[in-house]
């Protein structure tokens, strides 16, 4: 069974960084594209960016300038670096991958608060 964990995430002050990572139980470079999902409380689950094997990104509008997502085949694992966080980056963190079918992860916090 393929396994997507996620960590990295936590509480951090507005104007803060966090990295996330989503370690992969097998090689990533089986999943087409991979990417970040976050959940606020009382909120739809929202896109927050996707990078595909080729290395080509999207970036939801709301994080572009702040947010970068890459992956590292080596290690089996993607990243999401968030710079200059706001409260309303607060949420669960869900990471996915895609091959055929989607896989997730079971969510990292992360609050922005100060």
């Not at 990295?8 to 089986?30: H, N, Y």
């Not at 968030?82 to 079918?101: A, I, Q, W």
Request: charged share 15%; proline share 3%.
């Amino acid at each position: 069974q393929v396994q997507l964990v996620e960590s990295g995430g936590g509480l951090v002050q507005p104007g803060g960084s966090l990295r996330l990572s989503c370690a992969a139980s097998i090689s990533i470079v089986s999943f087409n594209v991979m990417g970040w999902y976050r959940q606020a409380p009382g909120k739809e689950r929202e896109f927050v960016a996707g990078i595909f094997s080729a290395g080509s990104r999207n970036i939801a509008n709301s994080v572009q300038d702040r947010f970068t997502i890459s992956r590292d085949n080596a290690k089996n694992t993607m990243y999401l670096q968030m710079n200059s966080l706001k409260p309303e980056d607060t949420g669960v963190y869900f990471c996915y991958g895609d091959r055929g079918f989607r896989t997730w992860g079971q969510g990292t916090q992360v609050t922005v608060s100060s």
